[in-house]
């Protein structure tokens, strides 16, 4: 098996898309009578601050020679690839025999969830004996590594359908029926996720810029996104593909605690709630968690839109589950489990004769009644109402990063309020 891994060919402002780069590829090793066995949609760290948009790794595996497989991939980059743009650094790699060593291995599960240099890529791939092209920076060569690896890496795949544009509309209005969007998601759910947002109204699988995509069906299984896809009436499809991908399935997130946790990285973490959630300038909301004497900033952003309520029900003492990247010392929450619910709370005592509040009697002197002079040693617990149960929470699918994992999906530790349950409760 040959192993055709690509990476940076598109532009945030002009356009394309290295799915259809990946697509345009295969089509071509097809073409001069190759098998192709799959296209691998592999989702980077999404903290990289190179990214165009989504951190996307494409891998081709085929039967095709390794150097005839360089060639064409060398030649539809080089028709395609927005290399004007100077923030577009395209590379290609190659892997001749399937052969995928413990380094590569380590190389693309730290492309995943960490950090690499083009050096280190430019090195290993000389170690590991790869044909190679790059262009500019060659900054792409670290995906497309990383992509080379990813099939040995990791073992949660999902699907994705996408269907392109012909090039001639590319940059114009999408012309989809959105009753058909809504339908095809409706019928499809919950084998097909992440395809519309019902609250918003949004059609998440259709995308804003000015590339090729006109929509990109996401699910569980091939056929499902499949039927999903054709059931969707809009304006010609020039062509379509399917990628097995690791988008939802959670791969950036790493285990970790509060006092180790690093900008740039996504992690998994255990806290205890300590401030009540604020809403500041902008909607986003604010709190923070501690784990032994070390504390934590989590914030939902605006854009993570109902997400909000739900953190907006925390209080001090949840203990808690957080999932999400570190970003400036604020992990930016893409899910989270409440594990135990607060549902006491300390207050000061109401005099048992009078029914009025007592007033604090002095520094650690307990409590006491103003009008008839009854004591109390402190506080006293009391029982609160709460809006939140146990349980998992995520941001809705017009706010979820590729990799994250839909709750939907399953395989969770504890009970999951999937946005459908929250949404039809
Ligand atoms: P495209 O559709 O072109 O793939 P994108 O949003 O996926 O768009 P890229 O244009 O590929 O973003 O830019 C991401 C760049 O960051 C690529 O050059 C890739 O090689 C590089 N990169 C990806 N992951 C890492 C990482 N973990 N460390 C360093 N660089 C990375």
Known sequence: MTLVGLDDTDSRDRGMCTTYAAARVARRIREAGNDVDRLLLVRLNPAVKHKTRGNAALCIHTDCDPEAALELARDEVESSAETADPRTNPGVVVCPDDAVSADVIDFARAAVRDFHEIDDARALIEQAGFLHAEWKQGRGLIGAL??????????????????????????????????SVFAAAEAGYPAVWDTVDEVEGQAVCVPHTPGPILYGIRGD?????????????????????????????????????????????????????????????????????????????CAAFEPTKRFRDHVRNLRVGDDLV?????????????????????TTALETPTCPGCDRRMKSAGANQGYRCRDCGTTAPGK??????????????EVPPCARRHIAKPLIRGGFDCETHTERSVLRF
């Open 146 to 179: 990383a992509a080379v690896g990813a099939w040995d890496t990791f073992s949660e795949w999902t699907y994705e359908h996408i269907s392109y544009r012909p090039r001639g509309r590319w940059g114009t209005e999408r012309d989809i029926d959105y009753d």
């Open 221 to 297: 299984d091939p056929d499902a996104v499949r039927e999903v896809a054709a059931a969707i009436e809009s304006e010609p499809v020039a062509e379509t593909a399917l990628f097995v991908t690791n988008q939802g399935t959670d791969a950036h997130l790493r285990e970790g605690t509060i006092s180790t946790a690093k900008n740039g990285r996504s992690y998994r973490l255990s806290g205890v709630v300590t401030t009540p959630p604020e809403t500041r300038e902008g909607g986003h909301v604010f709190f923070e968690i501690q784990a032994g004497i070390n504390r934590l900033q």
């Open 322 to 342: 957080v999932c999400g990247e570190c970003s400036d010392g604020t992990l930016k929450l893409e899910k989270f489990a409440v594990r135990a619910v607060q």
């Open 380 to 393: 006293v617990e009391v029982s609160v109402a709460r809006d939140i149960e146990p349980g998992w929470y």
